[in-house]
């Protein structure tokens, strides 16, 4: 079936078999490979992305349920030579090792300062205030959907703590 779906800003339209995932329409049928496949089961926040704004992970998710849509991954953050403030960030405390969970914890971070920003609740936890304040703590619970397995988190933390200043 045919669905269409705007993506980092530009209509796009994809024929496709109605089971597959919003992550697998990223990687094969738009070659935008940013976001990972780590798990495939919503356990490691690879492919973590934004759907009209809020986090989630691509590869629960079927693409046919986002007809209309506007996806935004890594790739509509920045490039090489015009990162966005928090892709400079990550590069600048190291928050990252082999790099493969890099743009799902860049996205997932964005994601919760645009949460914060559109003044939406915490979809991580109830026990989070309405009114963040990015502590180390909070981040890492706020950030809990996206596992890094070089455990980088002292970087990726300080990365997103800088971002909020
Ligand atoms: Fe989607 Fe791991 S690949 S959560």
């Known amino acids: 079936m045919q669905i ?6 530009a209509a796009r339209e994809v024929d496709i078999d109605p089971r597959t995932t919003l992550l697998d329409v990223m990687r094969h049928h738009l070659d935008l490979t940013g976001s990972k496949k780590g798990c495939d089961h919503g356990q490691c ?66 994601g919760m300062y645009d949460e914060f920003n559109k003044g939406w609740p915490s979809h991580v936890s109830d026990d989070l205030t309405a009114e963040p304040n990015f502590s180390t703590a909070e981040i890492k619970e706020r950030m809990s959907g996206n596992l890094c397995r070089c455990s980088a988190y002292p970087g990726i933390c300080k990365a997103i703590e800088e971002s909020a200043e």
């Open 45 to 110: 926040g690879a492919c973590t992305m934004l759907v009209n704004g809020r986090r989630i992970n691509g590869c629960l998710s079927l693409a046919v349920m986002h007809d209309g849509d506007e996806i935004t991954t890594i790739e509509g953050l920045g490039d090489p030579g015009n990162l966005s403030p928090l892709q400079a960030a990550f590069v600048r405390n190291d928050g990252y090792q082999c790099g493969y969970c890099t743009p799902g914890q860049i996205m997932s971070a964005k």
């Open 4 to 9: 269409t779906l705007t993506v980092n800003g």
